[in-house]
């Protein structure tokens, strides 16, 4: 179903008739002056059996684990007997508060089933109460999934109901808890209620939420070595010798012996990141799952509808699937307990990155069919729901044209046709392949062949994907060849236009590897851009009236502070902040592109005097100048945590952060001056991790994934005075910055420490809001992040000034700028191992050199863990100024080239060809060098040892 803004607000209305209270969203009523906080002595908590008994089970842990001395928290049958009784306890001093989730009594009467089921599919509304001076009740009911989405899919959504389990969760953030990290909720010290507006007289406040997109999907990009990956995979770690029970004994890092230990996230893990103990470390998959739980309640409580991962497979395995298919049915079954759609990504022919394809291109085509359609019968028969797919061989080559159309074809439509439920396929943004013999409908020009499931089976939806943290206006650099995604935008609206198939905007919270999260560069500025473009979306889309169901987004790894861009973008496609006022704007605007003679134009001018065009389109037309603002409140999400007195400068500070990256790492002014020469001068490029699969495409002049820079041995280049000046900028605003967040982290550290001192024994005072550990660990995690990415910037523009061609090879300033350069990584290395022992998993799960069943040697934060790009490109600079030779792009190279890229095969020769001509004169005895391209050492890399 498609929601209609104005509906919304006719239902609005007619609530606010009925029971004469305010009527917020959750959103708007976070960011209100807070008035007054509520904390009851005790809570009553009844649950209805629409949440299912799974989930229920859940909240009840939830909420009973914060019964305290001062708070007694009890779940009840019913709690319409504690209010009946409402007579004797009046007259006591105790503050009481009763919750009634889902269908239980007492929200049955709060909120009739006759106004719920007048609103739109998936909906929920909450109820909050005074009846006596002490008496409070909170009600929250909802409706089940829409059913565009529930066609034949494999579990009863109307036994679970979607709308009053996203209910639950919200009333749980309403009394202080948070969802913020997906394998960490935020507890508060107790359960409270923060009035933020007066009640007039009236005696309630209401909460309507209506979901603006019906899908709303995250894709777990388990192709990378992630939290998630082998659990999701159904593997136990390591994927093959020893493990099962006597795991469970030996590893001190597993999760079960952490949670048998009570090692709660607020405490500090036991895990030794120096590895002086010898046990191997191994997990089991049946250990893991409560992980893959936290993230489901994660997804539901931050409004998802829709979870996807990538199935992985290798000819070298054997044969593990009986296993992995019970495994998977176990995965998918919990899912259902949340009412989400579970899905599976399965590449056709993409063979790249151990995905586990389902043809084999070499065989006749009706056999490769028959392939497609019992691999799907495979995989709905484990219970998933949906299927998307990828195309081509990999992200960068691909197959006739022809081929490929039929093979979409077959797979689209016995997913539509057979099994009546929905698939789609990833619309990459790779350059530079076009399908000569299908023309682009738009213009006539040989189609990009990403674009050819135009040409498909329309119960095939489309994903266009844009990468990293660019929005579609936003210059890119160069990444992946593109000079910005607006031609994605143009995809996805005139896709829409057709109204032929279904369309999910798929952007991304950040980039691994080298560009981002495993650096690690904290970019809040990702979760912003997510916000923007899905704005911007749904702005077109109600002035242009084209269809397009929602949004999937690309996640790859949580720490250092992304959970924070996976909050806010969640949140994006569930309330996307827009308002009708600006929808009309908008159409004004439009309307100007179109007919110059419109009347707001000119009347604009007129008032203006000399105002041009261009002038009001710019104050005008989207992107509008609020974008940040309504970032700004989304942040409230998190904030909050820290009561009314800090919420704001936190938000302020995260905000303003944003704004510094877009100026400095994507627009990249220079001082306040345009950029001369972005594809080379994007601050971003400095930041990234360089290594050989971005050097070596470079060499041969063909694009690469990220931005390209000036490299440190080009120091004759006419941009490299631009790029100093440009590194010291960064450099000084993130250090400001840095010592902003230090100083709030600081002031929140010391009020809780008084607090400490001053509310152990004695009833505080109820005006107080109590902070906690867990709170300051997640202000710890943001400001190391901080900090790590000012290091970061700091280390670089240090390097490139030791290389600047005015100082001369001997010089102690060389060789004080290298000295300081290394000890500006050691002060990294000291924070990188303070984090590690927060990791919400072991921290060898995602940080160490291991085996596992993604392609990759190592977790996905082993670079982070080892500091390697930071190291590499010392290396780099240090050699530079010893020998004046410079590495070749094998240099410490980590990457099984043939193992990644079986799809790249036809570069890797060329690459290997075009070495033994051109590169003698590199640093490194000549031939044993092209060795390290193809294949990485057979041990971890230790630095600074191995440069
Ligand atoms: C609550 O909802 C469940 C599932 O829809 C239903 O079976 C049950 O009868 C309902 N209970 C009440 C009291 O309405
Ligand atoms: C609320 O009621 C009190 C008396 O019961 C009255 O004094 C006050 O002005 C009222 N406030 C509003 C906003 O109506
Ligand atoms: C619906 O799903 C069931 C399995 O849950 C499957 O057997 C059936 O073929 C599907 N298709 C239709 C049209 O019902
Ligand atoms: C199958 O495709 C048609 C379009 O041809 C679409 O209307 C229908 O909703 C699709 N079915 C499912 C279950 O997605
Ligand atoms: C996007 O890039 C194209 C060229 O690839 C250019 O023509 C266009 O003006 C750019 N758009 C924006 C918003 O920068």
Redesign the pocket.
Known sequence: MVVNLGLVFALLFALIGRISAQVYTLDDYRSLDFVELLVFDKVYVEIGSNIGPYVKRRLRKHLTSLSSNFQKVEVVDEVKQVLNRRSDQSTSENRILTVSLGNGTQSLEDIPSSELTTLPWESYTIVFKQHESNIFSLSANGLPLDPSIRKNISFNALAVNYGAIAGSYAVLELLGFAFLHPLEPYYPPELRFSRNTDFNNRSEIVFLETPYWPQRAFHLHTQHPLELTEVLQGHDIPQFGKHGAECREFSEYSTAYRRDQNLSFSSRHTANTSSTTTTPYCERWEDMLIDVDSFYEWSIANGLNMIEWLLLDNFKWGDELTTRFYRFKRLTQLGHQYSLLIGADVPIGNIQQHGWYMVNVRLPIQEQKQQIKDRIDWIFHSGFDFLTTESGLSEFTHPECDLMIDLFNTFASYINETWSRQSAVKVHCSTGQYCSDYLDPRNGDPMNFNFLPTFTHPGLGILPHTVQMYS????TAGSYG???F??MEDYLVFEGKLKKRNILYYGETSYWVNVDIDVPLFLPIYGQRRIKDLRKIAYRKNVENFHISGQMNFDSGWEYGYWLNDVVTARGSWNPHINSEKIELYRQCMNNIEDEGTTPFEQEEDRAGKRTKAQWKEKNCPPFSDEYDEYHSMLRIFSNIYGPKYALPLTDLITQLTKLQSNLLIHSYIRNRPNPNLKKLSGIAYLSGIDTWVELPRQLGLSFTQPDKVHLYESDDIDWPYVLELLQEMEEEFEKISEEFHLLLYTIQEDYNHQQQTTTLTRRSEEQFLLNQQAIDYLEEIIDSMQLLYLRTKQVHLLYQSNDADLSYESKRRKSLLQQSRDVIEEAKNIVQRREQYYRVPWQRIASWRENPTVYRFGYLWAVHSLYYWWRDQGIAETLTKTFKRHSPCYLNRMDSTEVAVGWGKYTLEWIRYFVTNYTPFASVFPLEIVNCLTPPSHEYQFPRDL
Request: glycine share 0%; no cysteine; charged share 20%.
């Open positions: 579609f206006d936003d210059p593109n000079n910005n607006t031609y």
